[in-house]
């Protein structure tokens, strides 16, 4: 079982447990993720690895430790003895980044064109008024005025293109699959790479991403650097109960190679078995104090399908956000 939190740098942010022996297999156990080899623990015993932003620890010499009983508790998906579920792993590393949409134009960023502005101090009050009392402190860099930054609006608004490309009011049970389809013939999927992970036998994950560029939104590079402003992820779900989990997440901020992991974020939440199927489940996550150099986000996420004997199905997914607040 991987256990797998938000890492930040410098910190050590990987723990592995092999349940039993058979678990770990002959011959030793092996990190699936890592393609690391090491000694079979014994029940009970946790094998912690040292990782340094992802990468093994140059001194991280594996090492057991044996956990008293009572805070070894059972496995997720049931009491001690009964089967454990696995836990969906975490990609070690993204792929490569889609390249990021251009910029909206400024009718489309806040769904119509902006009230004319006819001074920089009453483009601020505009902007302090929706802001709040963080926006009072914020100075702005040499080229960038408050009447640009009103039309722009990089701040507490939504920076992922078609946040809900099919239309789907999570106020609503999710309407009927149909017969499978191209997701794009299915709404507005504009801005998002779409792929398909062939699962075995029946099953398959729709995989959905993109690259939000900070400094084209409007943003700029004093403020993600020295203000950090709160990076807030979030996301909707449908408990389809096509399969213990059927949703995950990946969000990870990168610097400006789109290549250089700053923090990251990973998410396979396993609903409620007992929930009516086609409950709306939400995701989300807040980065704060992620440190310099972030000028990417790039967002995934992942939804699972399956074709049996009911025909096709699949898991919903709708308003996705990503959008950014000064800190208080």
């Known amino acids: ?20 022996r058979k678990a770990a297999g002959r011959g030793g156990w092996k990190d699936p993720l890592w393609d690391f080899k090491g000694p079979v623990p014994r029940n009970g015993e946790w094998l912690l690895l040292k990782y340094r932003n992802g990468v093994a620890s140059p001194s991280g010499t594996p090492q057991l430790w044996k956990i008293p009983r009572e805070m070894d508790g059972p496995a997720e998906g049931g009491s001690e003895g009964q089967k454990v579920v696995p836990r969906p792993q975490s990609p070690p590393f993204p792929p490569r980044a889609p390249t990021p949409p251009p910029p909206l134009s400024p009718g489309s960023v806040i769904g119509e064109s902006p009230l004319p502005v006819s001074s920089e101090l009453g483009a601020r009050q505009l902007l302090l008024d929706e802001w709040g009392t963080p926006g009072a402190e914020l100075k702005l860099p040499e080229g960038l005025s408050w009447k640009l930054l009103y039309v722009r609006r990089p701040l507490y608004r939504n920076l992922l293109r078609s946040p809900n490309p099919e239309g789907i009011n999570i106020y609503e049970p999710p309407p009927p699959c149909g017969p499978p389809r191209p997701l794009e013939t299915l709404g507005n999927f504009s801005g998002w790479q779409i792929s398909t992970e062939k699962l075995l036998p029946s099953f398959s994950w729709t995989v959905k991403q993109q690259c939000i560029d900070l400094l084209a939104e409007g943003l700029w590079e004093e403020l993600l650097d020295k203000q950090q402003p709160d990076i807030t992820v979030m996301d909707w779900f449908e408990n389809s109960c096509l399969d213990t989990y059927v949703y995950e997440l990946h969000v990870w901020l990168l610097a400006a190679d789109r290549r250089t992991i700053i923090r990251q974020y990973h998410n396979a939440p396993r609903p409620s078995p007992k929930g009516p199927t086609g409950h709306w489940c939400q995701v989300s996550h807040v980065f704060k104090c992620y440190g310099p150099g972030v000028r990417f986000i790039h967002f995934l996420h992942k939804a699972k399908n399956r074709m049996g004997s009911d025909g096709f199905r699949r898991t919903r997914v709708t308003d996705s956000s990503v959008s950014l607040q000064l800190r208080n």
């Not at 797998?4 to 447990?17: I, K």
């Open 1 to 20: 079982m991987v256990c797998l939190r938000e890492s930040a740098e410098g910190e050590d942010a990987w723990v592995l447990r092999a349940p039993d």
